[in-house]
């Protein structure tokens, strides 16, 4: 494991948009970022717009190549999510990056940066908030965001009673991300190897009998059975039909992995949500999951 250095006051931050495109104002963002003594540097993405996505994708992966490349840049955040990492991922060339890893952050679409990184290189990336969910992200999931990039304690702990944990403990290294995203990149460069892994999943505006689809797909190419845990996070949003699909999400995901024999805590605090805590994917966990209660703690 090659873990990035952890920043410090003063360190520069790159702004980008890998996916779609940002209306917002961000000036509130960006004075979080300075108000962690970070200096945020912003990419051409972060103002462009081509249809959906954040400018053409020759802009986007200029972008990120050149904060990637820039070795007075510590740390990469997107901007936003949406819709168009997958278009730009085999463009880039990580051979900078894989010498002087740097942290990238983000989520929801991100995830197949994320995921690449973490296959490819075995350098630990940071699900959390992006700049634009800054302007609506509780005090917690940014103080979590500020930890984990300075390298202090991030440990999450909650409890959670509303569908019944698979009670146990394990400790592995962490993973995962949106489940449209993991979906998409089955078979690809830029799939993690699941096994032995603990799996953290998320996911927004999905249909109930896609998120179905979806983990089944995940199921028979064989990336659950081997787990050593699976954390469940926002499922926010969801549409159904008439007549309803049937089972809840939480049922729905359950009934995946019922056979196997490991834990599985639902409702963590990351996704698509106000409440988005920080995860560092990539780095060995202890998960813990009793009755109501998870507490998910990094051994380094």
Not at 129 to 140: H, N, P, R
Not at 143 to 153: H, V
Not at 198 to 208: A, K, Q
């Amino acid at each position: 494991m090659n873990i990035p250095p952890y920043l410090k006051e003063g360190d520069k931050v790159a702004v980008l948009c890998p996916a779609s495109y940002i209306e917002a104002d961000l000036t509130p963002a960006y004075d979080i970022l300075k108000s962690w003594g970070l200096q945020p540097v912003i990419y051409d993405s972060v103002l462009a717009q081509h249809y959906q996505f954040a400018g053409e994708d020759e802009l986007r992966t200029k972008d990120l190549q050149e904060a990637l490349d820039n070795p007075e840049i510590k740390a990469v955040i997107a901007g936003r999510g949406g819709y168009g990492c997958i278009r730009i991922i085999d463009s880039i060339d990580f051979s900078a990056f894989r010498k002087n890893p740097k942290w990238m952050v983000g989520f929801s679409d991100v995830t197949v940066i994320l995921s690449h990184i973490q296959q490819q290189f075995g350098v630990p990336v940071i699900h959390g908030q992006m700049v634009k969910t800054f302007l609506d992200a509780t005090k917690e999931s940014l103080e979590s965001l500020k930890n984990a990039l300075f390298g202090l304690p991030n440990h999450i702990s909650y409890t959670f009673s509303e569908f019944p944990h698979r009670q146990g403990t394990a400790e592995a290294i962490l993973t995962g991300g949106n489940l449209a995203l993991l979906h998409s990149i089955i078979g690809s460069p830029s799939e993690v190897d699941y096994e032995g892994k603990i799996l953290f999943i998320e996911d927004v505006g999905e249909s109930l009998y896609n998120i179905d689809r979806m983990l089944w797909t995940l199921k028979r190419a064989g990336r659950l059975q081997k787990l050593k845990g699976l954390i469940v996070g926002g499922f926010t949003e969801l549409k159904d039909y008439d007549p309803p699909f049937g089972q809840s999400f939480q049922e729905i995901i359950f009934d995946k992995v019922k056979e196997y024999d490991y834990p599985v805590a639902f409702g963590c605090p990351a996704g698509h949500i106000e409440d988005n805590r920080a995860l560092t994917f990539g780095k060995e966990i202890v998960l813990t999951v009793d009755e109501s209660n998870v507490n998910i703690q990094y051994k380094s």
